[in-house]
T-cell receptor, first 113, second 115 residues
């Protein structure tokens, strides 16, 4: 099972600031997903990255997949209180014809108004 | 609703009691997954169903954990003789196909507390 390390574990910032969180592994990802989980809710898929060097944007969120497909980052521009939540990265591991998700421990982001 | 529904949302039990957690997946979804999320951790895979068949149960922590999906829709996760270390949020997810081509949609989980 692939081990995913996320950093930082906790991040508390003021509204309007920029931030970057990271997801790393010692082995190559076939693909990587980012999720956001709000308190009392299940994780919600934000993006899937597949190709090394890939950059995807989702409004103020920018996702980057490392060239060697061993690391990924999530950058948020001008953070808002609504961005508060647990950001999880996950890799997919084959189980038969399907995939199970292996998650990192997450980065808990708090954006203060 | 159109999403994955889990019940109860909260469950408190005394150590040694048996509990049953229910998951109603999105209608028509073939695949169903159970994950366990301990406090301060990411979700960890427990088991996977394709229709009524349990194809992978490698993540179940002990033989006290049992899951079923007898008619290929609703699933129940049962924990016998609960222990304090079983306290966690139990998440259910479903996806449309059985080939990993569609994303997993998560429910809001059942928070289990063992006293």
């Amino acid at each position: 099972t692939q081990l995913l390390e996320q950093s930082p574990q906790f991040l508390s910032i003021q509204e309007g600031e920029n931030l970057t969180v990271y997801c790393n592994s010692s082995s190559v990802f076939s693909s990587l997903q980012w999720y956001r989980q709000e308190p009392g809710e299940g994780p919600v898929l934000l993006v899937t990255v597949v190709t090394g060097g890939e950059v995807k944007k989702l409004k103020r969120l920018t996702f980057q997949f490392g060239d060697a497909r061993k690391d990924s980052s999530l950058h948020i521009t001008a953070a808002q209180p609504g961005d508060t939540g647990l950001y999880l990265c996950a890799s997919r591991e084959a189980i038969g014809s399907n995939y199970k998700l292996t998650f990192g421990k997450g980065t808990l982001l708090t954006v203060n108004p | 609703g159109a999403g994955v529904s889990q019940s109860p949302r909260y469950k408190v039990a005394k150590r040694g009691q048996d509990v049953a957690l229910r998951c109603d997946p999105i209608s028509g979804h073939v695949s169903l997954f159970w994950y366990q999320q301990a406090l301060g951790q990411g979700p960890e895979f427990l088991t996977y169903f394709q229709n009524e068949a349990q194809l992978d149960k490698s993540g179940l922590p002990s033989d006290r954990f049992f899951a079923e999906r007898p008619e290929g829709s609703v699933s129940t996760l049962k924990i016998q003789r609960t222990q304090q270390e079983d306290s966690a949020v139990y998440l259910c997810a479903s996806s449309l196909d059985g080939a990993g081509n569609q994303p997993q949609h998560f429910g809001d989980g059942t928070r289990l507390s063992i006293l």
